[in-house]
C-alpha cells in the first residue's frame, strides 16, 4: 500500500508570492491534515479536511488555506509569503478522523515540502 | 489553548544507557496522549496512551501516561544508535475531527 505522498518536496519562493502544495493520502483514507514545522515553534496543526469540508482549524492567518477534493487529495495554499513561512510543511492522512474506541485514528505521515523563502 | 511540554529537549547518551523522556500536558478536551519518532521527515507512530497506570511496549520502548498528573514518559532500553531521532509527544483534543498539540520534542543523540 503506497504512502502518504507530498509534491513537490522542495520549494523556494520569494517574499508576496504565493504557493500551492499538495497531498495525496493513503488510499482510503479520508482525512487529511496540515502541519507546520519549524526549528523554534516545532510542530503546529494548521487544518483538518475530511470529505471535502475543513473540520478544523488551527491558529494561523488567513493566508494559509486549503481544500480536499472528492479523490481525498488535499492541496494548501499560503498567500502573500512571508520570510516566516519557510518551513516543512506535513500532511498527514487517516481513516476517518474521529474514528476509533478512543476517537483516535492513526494519522500517517508524508515525507513533508520543505518551503524556503528568500 | 493546551500546551504540551516535554524533557529534556536535548539528550546525549552511549549505546546500552538507558533514556527517559517527559511530557506533560494540559487537560482540556484531552482524549489520548500520542508518542512519535522523527528521525529524518515525517514523524511515526510510537505508542496511544488513553489510561492511566497501564504501559505500552514495543521492544525496547515502553510507555506509560499518569492521567491525574498530567503527564507521560517514554523508556527506552539499551539504547542503540538507530534510537537517535526527534521524540515527540502530542496531544489529542477531542475536538471535532482531529486536533493535535505538539510539543517542542526531545532530540536524543545516541553515541556509539
Known amino acids: 500500500k503506497a504512502g502518504v505522498t507530498q509534491t513537490p518536496r522542495y520549494l523556494i519562493k520569494t517574499r508576496g508570492q504565493q504557493v500551492t502544495l499538495s497531498c495525496s493520502p493513503i488510499?482510503?483514507?479520508?482525512?487529511v491534515s496540515w502541519y507546520q514545522q519549524t526549528p523554534g515553534q516545532g510542530l503546529q496543526f494548521l487544518f483538518e479536511?475530511?470529505?471535502?469540508?475543513?473540520?478544523n482549524k488551527g491558529n494561523f492567518p488567513g493566508r494559509f488555506s486549503g481544500r480536499q477534493f472528492s479523490n481525498s487529495r488535499s492541496e494548501m495554499n499560503v498567500s502573500t509569503l512571508e520570510l516566516g513561512d519557510s518551513a516543512l510543511y506535513l500532511c498527514?492522512?487517516?481513516?476517518?478522523?474521529?474514528?476509533?474506541?478512543?476517537?483516535?485514528?492513526?494519522?500517517?505521515f508524508g515525507p513533508g515540502t520543505r518551503l524556503t523563502v528568500l | 489553548e493546551d500546551k504540551v511540554v516535554q524533557s529534556p529537549l536535548s539528550l546525549v547518551v552511549h549505546e546500552g544507557d538507558t533514556v527517559t523522556l517527559n511530557c506533560s500536558y494540559e487537560?482540556?478536551?484531552?482524549?489520548?496522549l500520542l508518542w512519535y519518532k522523527q528521525e529524518k521527515k515525517a514523524p511515526t507512530f510510537l505508542f496511544m496512551l488513553?489510561?492511566?497506570?497501564i504501559e505500552k511496549k514495543s521492544g525496547r520502548l515502553s510507555s506509560i501516561l499518569d492521567k491525574k498528573e498530567l503527564f507521560s514518559i517514554l523508556n527506552i532500553t539499551a539504547t542503540q544508535t538507530g534510537d537517535s531521532a526527534i521524540y515527540l509527544c502530542?496531544?489529542?483534543?477531542?475536538?471535532?475531527?482531529?486536533?493535535?498539540?505538539f510539543g517542542p520534542g526531545t532530540r536524543l543523540s545516541v553515541l556509539p
Open positions: 498527514a492522512s487517516s481513516l476517518s478522523g474521529t474514528g476509533g474506541v478512543n476517537g483516535y485514528d492513526e494519522q500517517f
Open positions: 488510499s482510503g483514507h479520508r482525512s
Open positions: 479536511y475530511f470529505s471535502e469540508t475543513q473540520r
Open positions: 487537560v482540556t478536551n484531552f482524549r489520548s
Open positions: 488513553t489510561s492511566s497506570g
Open positions: 502530542a496531544e489529542y483534543i477531542d475536538n471535532y475531527g482531529q486536533n493535535f498539540v
